[in-house]
C-alpha cells in the first residue's frame, strides 16, 4: 500500500521558517519523483515544486524561488520542503505527491497524494 504521509505544519510568523516533511511508503524515489503543492482558501491547487527521480534537478513556481528548498532523503524515503523568510501569501494546505513523469508534476499529473498539512503566517 502507498503511503505519502506530511508533517511539519503550523503557525509562524512572517519572516519565519518551516521545513515540511513527507514521508512515503510504497514506492521508491527512484522510480518517482516528487512535489510540493499548495491550496490556499478559495483558490485553486498551486504546484510548489518538484524534485525529478531522473535528473536529481528542482523546479519551483517562481513565487517561492530563493526562498523555498526540496529535497529528498532516500535512505529514509522522505521528501522535505524548507521554507524560508515566509510570507502571509504563503499561508495554505501543503501536499507532497509522488509521479512518474517527473515534467507532468506541475499540471498535477501525479499518482499519488498526501493528505495535506497547514501552514499558516501571520503577519
Known amino acids: 500500500e502507498v503511503q505519502l504521509v506530511e508533517s511539519g505544519g503550523g503557525l509562524v510568523q512572517a519572516g519565519g521558517s518551516l521545513r515540511l516533511s513527507c514521508a512515503v511508503s510504497g514506492f521508491s524515489f527512484d522510480d518517482f519523483s516528487m512535489g510540493w503543492f499548495r491550496q490556499a482558501p478559495g483558490k485553486e491547487r498551486e504546484w510548489v515544486s518538484t524534485?525529478?527521480?531522473?535528473?536529481?534537478?528542482?523546479t519551483y513556481v517562481d513565487s517561492v524561488k530563493g526562498r523555498f528548498t526540496m529535497s529528498s532523503d532516500r535512505v529514509k524515503n522522505t521528501a522535505y520542503l524548507e521554507m524560508n523568510s515566509l510570507k502571509p501569501e504563503d499561508t495554505a494546505v501543503y501536499s507532497c505527491?509522488?509521479?512518474?513523469?517527473?515534467?507532468?508534476?506541475?499540471?498535477?499529473?501525479?499518482?499519488?497524494w498526501g493528505q495535506g498539512t497547514q501552514v499558516t503566517v501571520s503577519s
Open positions: 505527491a509522488g509521479g512518474r513523469v517527473d515534467f507532468r508534476l506541475r499540471y498535477g499529473a501525479a499518482d499519488y
Open positions: 524534485l525529478s527521480s531522473r535528473t536529481g534537478i528542482t
